[in-house]
């Protein structure tokens, strides 16, 4: 499905790769879009993981924002940056594609209850990808499966740098640390979540 140029696409048919939104970012862009004035919008990079989807690598903020004004039509463009196209780029992404399905977000509207400050964005979306970089990077396929086997109930989304904590969630999205053999649910942050 990949295509050249800039194209417009109704933004129903976007897929999501984010299961979270940053307040901050979202009152960034809210300063400067002006839905009469869309030949200003960057377009927004978007790539195909095999799926049949447009999937948005970047620009969930501003897919939000414009989503919020009525704006049901984007500019995207295909995303061939090595970060998406590499074989750890693609496995990334189809994590994050996973964790999208599995908190059932498939529109860019169901965003609109995950928004959250700064601190806990840095703590539930940047320290998420971090440690599943850190999994998918330093192990195999059939590694990640005796690990996700250790605690069948739950899911396996990440690793600490040093391999030594494993980071599980059950579906309601409560974190799990497993170290030492030994499984801890982690104290939950408080988080407000939506936009007034």
Request: charged share 25%; hydrophobic share 35%; aromatic share 12%.
């Amino acid at each position: 499905m990949e295509f050249r140029g800039i194209k417009l696409i109704n933004i129903d048919l976007l897929g999501l790769s984010q299961i979270y939104l940053s307040s901050e970012k979202i009152s960034s862009v809210t300063k400067w879009f002006d839905p009469r004035h869309m030949n200003d919008f960057q377009p927004l990079p978007v790539h195909d993981f095999g799926n049949d989807t447009y999937t948005l690598t970047d620009g969930h903020t501003r897919a939000y924002v414009a989503y919020k004004n009525g704006v049901f039509v984007l500019p995207v463009v295909y995303d061939t940056d090595e970060i998406v196209t590499n074989p750890v780029g693609q496995m990334l992404y189809k994590e994050d594609i996973d964790w999208c399905k599995r908190f059932k977000l498939s529109h860019i509207k169901h965003l609109g209850n995950r928004i959250i400050d700064k601190s806990a964005y840095q703590k539930l979306w940047i320290e998420r990808c971090d440690r599943s970089h850190n999994l998918l990077t330093k192990t195999s396929y059939k590694e990640r499966m005796q690990l996700q086997n250790l605690v069948p109930d739950l899911f396996l989304y990440g690793a600490s740098e040093d391999m030594l904590t494993l980071f599980y969630e059950n579906e309601k999205g409560e974190l799990f640390l497993r170290r030492d053999n030994v499984l801890t649910l982690e104290k939950q942050m408080t988080i407000e979540t939506g936009m007034p």
